[in-house]
């Protein structure tokens, strides 16, 4: 019997303004715990929230890229429940009529376009931390998240396999951080994710019951938990086992998931309107405005680049997978007029040093500028794509511009052609035994003397020229 997997993920994407969604409290990441909580996030008596308007203007605008229907009339709830890092014991949320309706994501997955639903994003307020290490057997309550502002996008339970999950999860995140509404670190909970997990027999047409995997919180991860889930589900129904609706939590260390909680539905939470907020009234005007201020998305960005700089669909999805990077590309490509040389030497030799060196391209020592310099030296074949490679070394180690190396290690490619007969023929006579077993039939030792003669010259001859005057001086 064959099964399929149902999975929607719920993706918590934190918002990256500069004070909290009903507070003028901070949000900076990393301060001392509960420096940045004031006492609308500690829920005083008399206090009341104010709602943060760039919040709202974030939220729309992921709204409009994932062409969805924004709300013009839209509703805060206090969602009830009681746990320590939720001092007011409820949080402000959106229930029956969230900012952001209807849309949809295309994903890539094996070359194939699929498109998913979501369901709704709705702003809502974070919770606390509970810190359970170094407190002797307690527990420690940090709440300088109370309050940050969440933009949880909710999925149609469209997706059938983990790796589509994982493209849905990539393609979402790829695209809050061009739209610069969240920095997208997965580690510090800025992107994280729950993900609804389900099997059902194929061809079925009801869902199977579902279970919640908890903020998970790498790609990675994602992947590992539906898989571990998919499984343990399957195994226990054809063990004769049901499925419960619970929460689990996913154990990295153990690869498994596990019980955390019984799942809770909709009216355990108890939703009513909040009665301290006013409906939030959205008007055309403030969403043409945001609309005007949108930047080029990524698919928008990938179709140009295959079609204005001739790249296949795999060097522009990769070029394009941070705004940042298509930045740099573009940068190197408008000096050096190579979009393909730029696009291999990106790919291969820069993001090779960087992800080594453990940084970001906006981090890279070697700028769009010097990049562009190597491949003009490349492309008017001043030097070879071995020298090139030495000179990249060393001006990633700060030793100056492509033309300064060149000038300053006599690096210069050499294309005089009575220089490359002479190290032809210096190679030819220091290796008779070798010359004898090639005129013999042993063709595989042309590499040999193209690497020999390339030793003699230090890299700088230049290569067509090597084959052509050795395949001239050995079958003479």
């Known amino acids: 019997m064959t099964w399929e997997t149902v999975i929607g993920l719920e993706v918590h994407v934190q918002l990256n303004t500069q004070s909290k969604l009903f507070s003028g409290a901070a949000t900076d990441y990393g301060r001392e715990p509960n420096t940045q909580a004031c006492a609308i996030d500690l829920g005083l008596p008399g206090v009341l929230p104010v709602l943060n308007q760039e919040a709202v203007r974030m939220a729309i605008k992921l709204g409009l890229a994932i062409n969805a229907e924004i709300t013009g009339h839209s509703v805060f709830a206090r969602k009830n429940y009681f746990y320590p890092d939720l001092p007011k ?20 997955v094996d070359g194939n376009s699929k498109r ?24 420690g309550i940090d709440l300088n998240r109370a309050g940050i502002p969440l933009l949880e996008v909710v999925s149609e339970p469209e997706l059938r396999s983990s790796k589509e999950a994982v493209a849905y999860l990539k393609e979402l995140h790829t695209l809050v951080c061009y739209l610069g509404i969240c920095d997208g670190n997965m580690q510090e909970g800025s992107f994280r994710c729950d993900a609804n997990v389900s099997v059902r027999r194929q061809g079925a047409a009801e869902f199977g019951t579902r279970a919640e995997i908890k903020n998970v919180n790498s790609f990675r991860y994602v992947e590992k938990a539906i898989e571990y889930e998919v499984e343990r589900q399957i195994k226990l129904i054809e063990a004769g086992g049901t499925v419960e609706q619970e929460t689990r939590l996913y154990d990295p260390d153990k690869d498994e998931t596990r019980s955390m909680r019984t799942k809770e539905a909709a009216n355990d939470y108890r939703y009513f309107p ?25 698919q928008e960005k990938c179709k140009r680049f295959i ?19 298509a930045d740099y590309y573009e ?21 090779a040093a960087i992800n080594k060196a453990n940084l970001s391209i906006v981090e890279s020592p070697i700028t769009a500028q ?3 310099g190597l491949i003009l030296r490349i492309a008017d074949n001043t030097i070879s794509g071995k020298i090139a490679k030495m000179i990249f070394e060393a001006m990633w180690k700060g030793e100056g511009s ?43 030792l ?13 890299g700088t001859a230049n290569p067509e020229q090597v084959n052509e005057v050795l395949k001239q001086k050995l079958n003479s």
Do not use: C
């Open 89 to 108: 014991g409820y949080q402000i949320s959106q229930f029956e009529l969230p900012i952001v309706g209807k849309g949809y994501l295309d994903i890539l």
């Open 331 to 351: 940068e190197t490509v408008k000096l050096a007029l190579e979009p393909k040389l730029a696009a291999n030497w990106i790919m291969g030799e820069l993001l």
């Open 402 to 444: 492509a033309d300064e190396i060149i000038e300053k290690q006599g690096l210069k490619q050499v294309t005089d052609n009575s220089a490359i007969e002479q190290w032809a023929d210096e190679v030819i006579q220091q290796h008779p035994d070798q010359v004898a077993a090639f005129k013999a039939g042993k063709q595989q």
């Open 307 to 325: 079609n204005q700089y001739r790249l296949s669909a795999y060097d522009a999805e990769l070029l394009i997978s941070t705004r940042a990077l």
């Open 446 to 458: 042309f590499g040999f003397f193209v690497g020999q003669l390339m030793k003699v010259s230090r």
């Open 116 to 139: 998913i639903g979501v369901t709704r994003a709705h702003l809502e307020e974070d919770a606390g931390k509970s810190l359970h290490e170094d407190f002797q057997g307690q527990s």
């Open 370 to 372: 010097q990049l562009a």
């Open 274 to 298: 909040d009665p301290d907020l006013l409906p939030l009234i959205i008007t055309q005007a403030f969403i043409q405005e945001i609309k005007a201020s949108l930047p080029e998305l990524p």
